[in-house]
């Protein structure tokens, strides 16, 4: 049932407040503890664990991408990221102290299931995080953090992805309290600020409104370009796929310090790009981030900007400023990812392309 959406993605775009809240659900005790019970995996093995390799596709690769920058800095693992499909051709290192952490909405994604089961044939523990109970890729790990959005039925992820990011989150400062690389108040005030979050998540639902005015503004575009930097980088990337399979519209994500590197080059006159923005005053990438809007306006380019509602520096430079809440720099994804669901969502409804069905995509890829 659609409960008078016009689309299942966009009801499940507003379903995230309720599936982020589920996926917490449970999670962290009144005493200040963590539990993830159905992890399976000792804590003695969880601390010996010297590296951890995130493999996924699509969306959940680009979560896999956030979570890198949370994993590595609340427990100090070394943690790299792969598409699942390039992990299994490429004779990755691995050993019993390794961590594969596999992310997948379906659980029935060949691509994954293959890099796990070559991961787990090379004696590496592998844990899933997967939306659909009973599925064959935590059937086949070690470990599995179920993430609770309910059915996905839109083709294109959006509560899948937030979950997961959530889900990723709850693993970071889980293995941050095994391995006490976090002190128990730490992890507490990010706990408190993660379970806020499915608020958050609805103020931005709340003030969509802008976001689906630029819709209306762009839908001519041939191509859209997204900005972004540390976590907001995956935000762009996340963006640029959105906009792609729903719109048919060229859409690019790059990291916003690699525009020099050649990137630059593509910005003219009304290109409209959407800029992630970190936090201003907490975060140093604030201002390299703002004075690359101000390059590429100077270069003609329209800008729809990703910024904290009360950012000093935004009003100067946005065309358009998309107001997202207060949040820390590593959450920051899973408030920014979803004016930027909601555009893609509107621009292929204006187009009068089928949301649900994008052509040429299937819900589960199960062909390797
Ligand atoms: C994009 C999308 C795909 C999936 C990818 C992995 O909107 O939905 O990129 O994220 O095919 O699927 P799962 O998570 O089921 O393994």
New binding site residues.
């Given amino acids: 049932q659609k409960d008078g959406f016009d689309w299942f993605m966009r009801k499940e775009i507003y379903e995230q407040p309720k599936a982020v809240a589920d996926t917490l659900l449970g999670r962290y005790d009144t005493d200040g503890s963590l539990r993830l019970d159905e992890l399976r995996i000792p804590e003695y093995e969880l601390r010996l664990i010297d590296k951890i390799i995130i493999v ?5 690769f680009y979560s896999g991408l956030v979570a890198k920058y949370a994993i590595e800095h609340w427990t100090r693992i070394a943690c790299e990221v792969e598409l699942a499909h390039e992990f299994r051709y490429r004779d990755p290192i691995l050993s019993g102290r390794t961590l594969v952490v596999c992310i ?3 659980g029935e ?1 060949a691509d ?1 299931l293959m890099a796990i089961r070559h991961a787990s044939e090379q004696g590496a523990r592998v844990l899933a995080i997967c939306n659909t109970n009973g599925s064959t890729i935590p059937r086949e790990s070690d470990a599995v953090i179920y993430t609770h959005a309910g059915p996905e039925i839109g ?3 959006t509560k ?1 992805f937030t979950t997961q990011l959530t889900a990723c989150y709850l693993l970071g400062l889980y293995l941050a309290q095994v391995r006490s690389t976090l002190f128990g108040d730490e992890i507490a005030v990010l706990m408190a600020e993660l379970e806020r979050m499915p608020q958050t998540i609805q103020r931005v639902l709340d003030e969509a409104e802008p976001v689906l005015e630029l819709a209306a503004d762009f839908a001519d575009q041939p191509s859209v370009l997204f900005l972004g930097r540390h976590v907001g980088y995956p935000v762009a990337l996340e963006g640029a ?2 906009l792609k ?1 729903l719109a048919y519209i060229h859409a690019e994500g790059f990291a916003a310090g690699e525009l020099k590197h050649g990137p630059i080059a593509l910005i003219e006159d009304g290109l409209p790009v959407f800029v992630v923005v970190p936090p201003q005053g907490r975060d140093m990438l604030h201002d390299k981030v703002v004075s690359n809007i101000a390059e590429i306006r100077a270069r003609g380019a329209l800008t729809a900007v990703l910024a904290e509602e009360d950012d000093e520096a935004i009003p100067a430079l946005a065309d358009v400023w998309i107001r997202l809440p207060k949040v820390s720099t590593l959450l920051q994804p899973l408030a920014a990812i979803v004016p930027l669901q909601l555009f893609a969502c509107e621009l292929a409804t204006r187009k009068g392309h089928d949301v649900d069905q994008p052509r040429n995509l299937a819900k ?2 199960t062909v390797e």
């Avoid at 996924?56 to 959940?60: D, E, I, K, L, P």
């Fill in positions: 996924a596709c699509g969306t959940a997948s909405q379906s994604t994954t083709v294109a992820s899948g796929l959105k399979e589960s890829v």
